[in-house]
């Protein structure tokens, strides 16, 4: 029976679907090139043991030079210790303030929340600086100001260390993206499962840690295993902070190995694809538990349930909310607005401190020019090309019957589990693979698809979780009464899902214009970004220019998630 | 009258589950033609199909002269080809648009004029009730409303069927009596050919001319609502549409057309009821008997009647207004009946059940 019902099916596909199912298929193909081969490539290099442009050879030599380098067991160590250790506190501290804010009567809750979300988009070097300029060991203000103190005599604190580089993370985004992920999910959670715990006899406390933590616990894990993910591909803290002490982690060691003179690309594959597999086991993991789960779109919009009263709480709750959330957003860039004025950044005790130099030279500097006009370029070009494929990917998974769409929503999944790094190492390869037939390599289009890869994943899943609010029925009726497919498209879907793509294309531009790990490795002197001016900046010890860039980025990335927040923007998690 | 839209041997698989299996219709012009039928039986994915929504995996449809879908010869017209309205269950309101805007789209479409699109809109939109509200955004409307827009969207353009599923499934239980009424009156206006997917008997019966009962992909019994109510011709017709008593027994005698049967859980208790010259009864084979619980009486008192005697205890008895709704233990069952509204009973208290000779049919069990 089934077989008659397939011969029949194929026979009428005859004609129009399939072309539309080669349209998919195409698509399908252009997006499995883009992730699997830079993969495959990753992982064949690292085998690749013969001497640059002769005959490859392959051998596991790679593998053991680089795992044999000297303290790459201490990197992996510090990798894993400094991601979890964040982890669990960035979790804890950000569960605490995502029940202040979605269940209590806490004042101010939206402009908190609304201030967590520009905390998440902060790039990471800005952060760096500024709590440099407060938290050096030789001349960081807290440190002075304690140390003049009678009782102290030496700094307390050393932002060169472990728990340094820990702090800085916890400012950057990994507290942020606890607060934004989870404080929706609490604002949904049916108000009675709290109440009648309550009418139990069990306090706020009690009831928060014995009833709502617990219910809550399969978006608290997501939100940490994402947490988790993110964590281990950081980079450009940890190359500031790390390096100058000795501290390295993998995504440090295999920029050594790329930038040191000779490049050795295949150690650096090798430890890339170690990563690689822990991270695909995690992603797996994550996607492993999702499996079946109920898929919830978490938005910005209020649940009416009646906030908890804080009672005598209510003030140093909000304080102790005000304090950190000052510490995440304010203190660091303000200091780093601080740290543009000064003659030598940090020393605030010389003659006379203070100068507008730095911006009179770093603007009149072309390279600062061009590196603007780069920023601008990548953050465009990825954000249209990003929303232009991402858009795509979901209307297929969403709402097509296509054969390979499971397969086209993996593929649009997988870069999420490669980091920004090991990204652009691989589609170093995949470039100059296809350099005869498609040059690209070394232009600004490779940063673009670089950028619009590394973003596929969280576009698609933001426009799938879109695209599922709106039924099939509203399609169809157009179809109905006498619109074709493009036409429906153009009247009804698009107009519907037009502010989802403005937000979409908005987070694309914010991680293009603060992203260092992706395109670090691929830009040429040409193509540089004003990321990778501010890290050269920083890393040749010119941190009065590196300030000064690091403000105008913060300044672009500012303005472009107020727009996105303005416009509705949404983060989905399935819980 | 001449048949508008048939159906011949049309089947749908879902994976290895087939939904509509060689399914033959012929839609009468100007009636309303009924689907009904448990969810999952099939009938919304037929109405996709007609509406070219869903592309059938055989057979062929056909309205007035024109094959519209043939699977043998590759036919498929879009469904923006086929000119007809259609009415969904969530109604499918536009909500970026006004009212004006969503009953006008069609008509924009089509390329009429400005004058005439605006003359038209406010026609249908007059003759749905929902004059004045064409500026309204469509997300201001409440479930009557947008489900009246989408009704005068769908005919806004003339279409040649209106294809309309579980229209009323969304609104609450007044407004779904008072647009039940409304529709019927808006169809005999117009005469249209309406083709109408339900699970509710209720509305089915009320506003049909032909109903068709599906089950499993395939149809189970076709005719009037009268027809369908009366003279069940299968099991699964009997207990979908209204509510049926079974008491199981075994057929004694045939004496020309009367027929007798003992209860298999009740001693003594023998029920007469005439032959309907139903085929594939024998003497001595086990049968249900069923009556519709409207039909019985109860009573503390029923002597006068000529046999068909039960007595039972009432369990429960919930008033619900027009009527009681009792649960009767007669031998081992317990079966539910209607009691009219005056009539008070007790729990625990001991009856009579009469089951009328008319109104009792046999089934073999």
């Known amino acids: 029976m089934t077989a008659t019902a397939t011969m029949g099916r194929a026979r009428l596909l005859g004609g129009r679907l399939v072309i539309r199912n080669l349209w998919f298929t195409l698509l399908l193909g252009l997006v499995g090139f883009l992730v699997i081969t830079p993969l495959f490539l990753l992982l064949l290099n690292s085998f690749d043991v013969g001497i640059p442009g002769k005959e490859a050879a392959y051998g596991l030599d790679a593998w053991i030079r680089g795992y044999e380098t000297p303290g790459i067991e201490r990197a992996i160590y510090n990798t894993f210790s400094l991601a979890i250790t964040r982890s669990l506190i960035a979790t804890v501290v950000g569960i605490f303030i995502a029940w202040l804010l979605a269940r209590t009567d806490i004042p101010f809750k939206g402009g908190f929340e609304f201030l967590f979300w520009i905390s998440y988009f902060l790039p990471a070097l800005p952060v760096a600086l500024g709590w440099i300029l407060l938290l050096d060991p030789k001349f960081g203000l807290i440190n002075e100001w304690l140390v003049s103190l009678p009782f102290i005599d030496e700094a307390p604190f050393d932002i060169y260390s472990y728990w340094g580089i820990i702090w800085v993370h916890l400012t950057a985004t990994t507290i942020g993206i606890r607060v934004m992920l989870l404080t929706p999910a609490f604002r949904n959670l049916d108000a009675a499962l709290e109440e009648s715990s309550r009418i139990a006899g069990a306090g706020t406390m009690q009831t928060l840690v014995r009833i709502i933590v617990p219910i809550m616990m399969p978006p608290i894990l997501i939100a940490t295993i994402l947490g988790l993910i993110r964590s281990l591909e950081a980079f450009e803290i940890e190359l500031i902070l790390g390096v100058p002490i000795g501290l390295d982690v993998f995504s440090t060691k295999i920029y050594e190995f790329v930038v040191n003179e000779p490049p050795d690309y295949s150690s650096a594959a090798a430890l890339g694809s170690f990563f690689l597999v822990v991270l695909l086991i995690l992603v797996g993991l994550q996607q492993y538990y999702l499996r079946g789960k109920e898929y919830t779109t978490v938005t910005g919009r209020g649940f009416s349930a009646r906030p908890i009263p804080l009672g005598l709480w209510k003030w140093p709750a909000f304080a102790l909310v005000l304090i950190i959330v000052l510490t995440v957003t304010a203190i660091p860039t303000g200091f780093v607005f601080v740290g543009t004025f000064m003659q030598l950044f940090g020393y605030f005790h010389i003659a006379d401190p203070w100068t507008l130099d730095n911006w009179r030279q770093v603007l009149a500097d072309p390279i600062l020019i061009r590196s603007f006009w780069n920023t601008l370029k990548l953050g465009i070009g990825s954000a249209l090309v990003g929303v232009l494929f991402c858009c795509l990917i979901a209307y297929v998974v969403v709402k097509t019957r296509y054969a390979g769409k499971e397969l086209l929503d993996f593929l649009s999944w997988l870069p999420y589990s490669i980091p920004g790094i090991l990204l652009g190492l691989a589609l170093i390869w995949t470039f100059l693979l296809i350099h005869q037939v498609v040059p690209i390599y070394g232009t600004m289009l490779a940063l673009i698809i670089a950028m619009a890869l590394s973003r596929l994943p969280l576009g698609v899943q933001v426009i799938k979780a879109f695209l599922l609010q709106i039924g099939n029925e509203l399609e169809e009726s157009s179809r109905v009464c006498g619109g074709s497919w493009f036409y429906t498209f153009r009247r009804v879907l698009f107009p519907l899902l037009s502010p989802c793509l403005i937000v979409v294309g908005l987070l694309i531009f914010i991680t293009a214009a603060r992203d260092i790990g992706t395109v670090v490795l691929l830009a040429t002197g040409k193509t540089r970004t004003l990321s990778l001016l501010m890290l050269d900046y920083t890393v040749g010890a010119e941190l009065e220019r590196a300030t000064v860039v690091a403000c105008m980025i913060v300044l672009m990335v500012v303005v472009g998630a107020v727009l996105a927040r303005a416009l509705g923007g949404q983060f989905s998690i399935r819980s | ?365």
């Not at chain 2, 024109?66 to 259609?86: A, L, Q, W, Y």
């Not at chain 2, 409304?182 to 009320?206: F, M, N, P």
């Not at chain 2, 032909?210 to 369908?228: C, D, F, I, T």
């Not at chain 2, 009539?343 to 009792?360: F, M, N, T």
Request: proline share 5%; with cysteine; charged share 25%.
């Open chain 2, 1 to 365: 009258m001449a048949s508008v839209l048939s159906l011949q041997g049309v089947s749908k698989w879902f994976g290895d589950v087939k939904a509509v299996d060689r399914l033959s219709l012929e839609i009468e012009e100007g009636s309303v033609f009924t689907l009904l039928g448990p969810s999952g039986c099939g009938k919304t994915t037929t109405l996709r199909m007609i509406a070219g929504l869903e592309w059938p995996d055989e057979g062929e449809i056909v309205l007035k002269d024109r094959t519209i879908v043939s699977v043998e010869r590759g036919i498929f017209v879009n469904p923006e080809k086929r000119n007809m309205g259609m009415v969904f269950q969530s109604y499918a309101i536009w909500p970026h648009m006004t009212v004006f805007k969503n009953v006008a789209y069609p008509l924009q479409l089509r390329r009429h004029s400005q004058r005439e699109i605006r003359e038209k809109v406010l026609r249908a939109l007059e003759l749905v009730g929902l004059a004045g509200f064409e500026d309204r955004p469509a997300p201001n409307l409440s479930g009557g409303q947008q489900q009246r827009v989408a009704i005068a969207r769908a005919l806004v353009y003339e279409p040649e069927v209106l294809l309309l599923d579980e229209p009323l499934s969304n609104l609450d239980a007044k407004l779904r009596e008072q647009m039940r009424l409304d529709l019927k009156l808006l169809q005999l206006r117009l005469g249209i050919t309406v083709v109408y997917v339900t699970h509710d008997q209720l509305e089915a019966l009320s506003l049909s001319d032909e109903v068709v009962v599906m089950n499993h992909g395939q149809v189970e019994q076709y005719g009037s609502a009268r027809e369908l109510y009366d003279e069940a011709s299968t099991p699964f017709v009997r207990d979908f549409v209204g509510k049926t008593v079974l008491l199981k027994g075994r057929l004694r005698t045939v004496e020309g057309t009367e027929l007798e049967v003992a209860l298999s859980d009740i001693p003594d208790a023998v029920f007469h009821c005439p032959n309907p010259g139903m085929s594939g009864l024998d003497v001595g084979q086990d049968v249900f008997l069923s009556v519709r619980p409207e039909d019985v009486e109860v009573g503390d008192d029923l002597d006068g009647r000529q046999g068909n005697l039960l007595q039972g205890v009432v369990e429960t008895a919930l008033y619900v207004g027009e009527r009681s709704e009792c649960q009767i233990r007669v031998g081992q069952q317990s079966i539910l009946l209607y009691l009219p509204r005056h009539q008070v009973v007790r729990p625990q208290q001991a009856v009579s059940v009469h089951l009328p000779r008319q109104a009792v049919k046999l089934w073999p069990a």
